[in-house]
């Protein structure tokens, strides 16, 4: 089983303050502090820093986060093999995010839903980034901006990036400039979505 203290650690990653942290894991915010000082002097490192008032992961912070959801989803996924029978199908939990979700990924779950099971989450990209990171969910089907040195890649597919307007607008059947939108008002998906991050890059 991982260490106890890892898990008050990656509840402290999450919530970025240890008064939620201590709430979440049941214990009181002296231990969380405690568990967090504890891996500290264990690991030689500081894992969080203060900037003002935010509380915020150190590099060496990030790196333990990663290794530590690893062991996690390991441990996770050895509790599904020693419960799962001997005839029980594969299963596997997938993410998407809504465009993908909606129109590419029917057709690509087709053949495995034929020798196996699966469950999927529809969500933007920053959801089902932190769904990956905290076990939640094995793969996921994403678009935008991500650090890729934490996770395993892989190209599924490339896309224009597309607008669209009414038919009477006076952009219709024009090619404008990115520049020339400052003018309008624009609809955005929300924040944590992928293709907002892209657009809001530009």
């Given at each position: ?64 986060q990663q290794l530590a959801n690893q062991l996690l989803q390991n441990e996770r996924y050895a509790l599904q093999k020693m419960q799962e029978k001997k005839d029980s199908r594969p299963f596997i939990k997938i993410g998407a995010t809504k ?104």
């Open positions: 089983m991982i260490d106890f203290r890892l898990k008050t650690f990656l509840s402290v990653c999450r919530h970025l303050n240890y008064t939620r942290a201590a709430e979440e894991v049941h214990v009181t915010q002296p231990a969380v502090t405690q568990h967090i000082k504890f891996l500290e002097g264990e690991y030689g490192c500081t894992l969080f820093e203060y900037h003002g008032k935010q509380l915020l992961l150190t590099e060496k912070g990030r790196l333990l465009t993908i979700g909606e129109y590419c990924l029917p057709s690509v779950i087709v053949p495995w839903l034929k020798k196996g099971g699966c469950r999927i989450q529809i969500d933007n990209t920053k959801n089902l980034l932190s769904s990956i990171n905290n076990g939640v969910i094995d793969i996921a089907f994403i678009e935008g901006f991500f650090d890729s040195s934490q996770y395993e890649t892989k190209t599924f597919r490339s896309d224009v990036f597309t607008g669209f307007c009414a038919s009477f607008h006076p952009f219709a059947g024009k090619t404008v400039k990115l520049s020339e939108l400052l003018n309008q008002p624009v609809f955005l998906r929300e924040e944590g979505s992928g293709s907002r991050a892209i657009f809001e890059s530009f």
